[in-house]
Nanobody
Framework: EVQLVESGGGLVPAGGSLRLSCAAS????????IGWFRQAPGKEREGVSC????????YYSDSVKGRFTISSDNVKNTVYLQMNSLKPEDTAVYYC???????????????????RGQGTQVTVSS
């Protein structure tokens, strides 16, 4: 059974940092691309970042480029999203998703992915 479990969300002041984790199980980790998405109330889902576990190619949306860093630990089967210089507009539920050998780019971030986790709330106060 495929499982994606997010952790690391919380409440931080503007300018603060958080590191989200996505622990994956139930599939061959290095055959999957892992993406981070977020959705705020009343807004559409936004593809924030992704990383290919096979070649570590990465993608960042313009809204987070330079502030967020995605990384992958293929031993722990975990993908991390380090979020720095957080802004109130980063407030959302963040969830990770996975798909087999999906290209990691802007086009693929708007397509449906096979599996997703339950999400973790990130709240940035002004």
């Amino acid at each position: 059974e495929v499982q994606l479990v997010e952790s690391g969300g919380g409440l931080v002041p503007a300018g603060g940092s958080l590191r989200l984790s996505c622990a994956a199980s139930g599939f061959t980790f290095n055959e999957h691309t892992i993406g981070w998405f977020r959705q705020a109330p009343g807004k559409e889902r936004e593809g924030v970042s992704c990383i290919s576990s096979s070649n570590h190619r990465t993608y960042y949306s313009d809204s987070v480029k330079g502030r967020f860093t995605i990384s992958s630990d293929n031993v722990k089967n975990t993908v991390y999203l380090q979020m720095n210089s957080l802004k109130p507009e980063d407030t959302a539920v963040y969830y990770c998703a996975s798909d087999t050998y999906r290209d990691c780019d802007q086009v693929n971030m708007v397509l449906p992915w096979d599996y997703r986790g339950q999400g973790t709330q990130v709240t940035v106060s002004s």
